[in-house]
């Protein structure tokens, strides 16, 4: 994704850990159809499942339950829980597609689009799969389909700092200071659930560039001591954590199309420090 383009994609995931081999399904017609549901994270769309989806997402679930660390115990207990909600970028809900829409300039979707993000040749889905792996906005996170376990698990890390600390309203707040602390305390948790892919990174400098964000610009503050809390999706962060609070933006939205809950934000493309 052009450099350009990584700052308006309210954190979009534009490089977070080491590439894996991707992990695909054969999930059926439009790939998700079968009406099932998990015990182990709530969808955004339940009435739009199937079992290849779940296992998917049990998949990176599993990773988090294998880490011996905190926060891989907290984000694991956070899903479940139904703190963060779940979806694959193809179920996006209208007001989270006009989003997208706006913020993905160059594919030049319409509105009509959304209507196409379940057609057979995914064309649609797929494009949008190609320029940001994860997508979140007030509690829920979409993702692209095709992703190693780790690497969705790395994700999910990442996303849910982002909800537990309200990313979506406070990265513009100040920019680009802001975007910094927003996104490096985010990819400090990932590395805190997989040290060994940032082995050797400078997180400070690897945001700067792959946010593009002017380092003159930063408070000098921040870029001496860019960590700040929450760190943990504890029950404290969670506790202070309204999601039913969280403002609604005035987006145009076909009123005939089921919208579900309000909410979403960005991230993702080649992660690969």
Not at 163 to 186: C, F, K, M, W
Request: glycine share 4%.
């Amino acid at each position: 994704m052009p450099a350009m383009s990584r700052v308006w994609l309210l954190l979009a995931c534009v490089a977070c850990t080491a590439p894996a081999t991707a992990e695909l399904e054969d999930d059926g017609p439009d790939g998700k159809e079968d009406g099932g549901s998990s015990s182990r994270f709530v969808e955004v769309d339940p009435s739009h499942t199937n079992a290849a989806f779940r296992k998917y997402i049990h998949r990176a679930l599993d990773k988090l339950e294998a880490n011996d660390t905190e926060i891989a115990a907290l984000t694991l207990l956070s899903i479940k829980a139904g703190h963060i909600r779940i979806d694959e970028l193809a179920d996006l809900t209208c007001k989270d597609f006009e989003r997208v829409r706006k913020d993905l300039p160059n594919l030049a979707l319409e509105p009509a689009d959304r209507d196409r993000l379940h057609d057979r040749d995914k064309e649609v889905a797929t494009a949008i799969a190609g320029e940001i792996d994860g997508y979140m906005w007030s509690n829920r996170i979409y993702v692209s389909r095709g992703q190693s376990a780790q690497s969705l698990a790395a994700t999910f890390v990442h996303e849910t700092n982002h909800v537990i600390n309200q990313s979506d309203v406070g990265y513009y707040t100040d920019l680009p200071t802001s975007g910094l602390i927003h996104e490096y305390r985010a990819f400090h948790a990932e590395r805190m659930f997989d040290p060994s892919a940032y082995e050797g990174v400078d997180l400070v400098d690897y945001v700067l560039t792959e946010y593009d964000l002017d380092r003159t610009k930063v408070k000098p503050s921040v870029l001496a001591n860019p960590l700040t809390p929450h760190l943990l999706p504890d029950e404290d962060a969670w506790t202070e954590r309204r999601v039913q609070d969280d403002p609604v933006e005035p987006i145009d939205c076909d009123p005939l199309r089921p919208v579900g809950q309000d909410g979403l934000e960005v991230r993702r493309v080649n992660r690969a420090p």
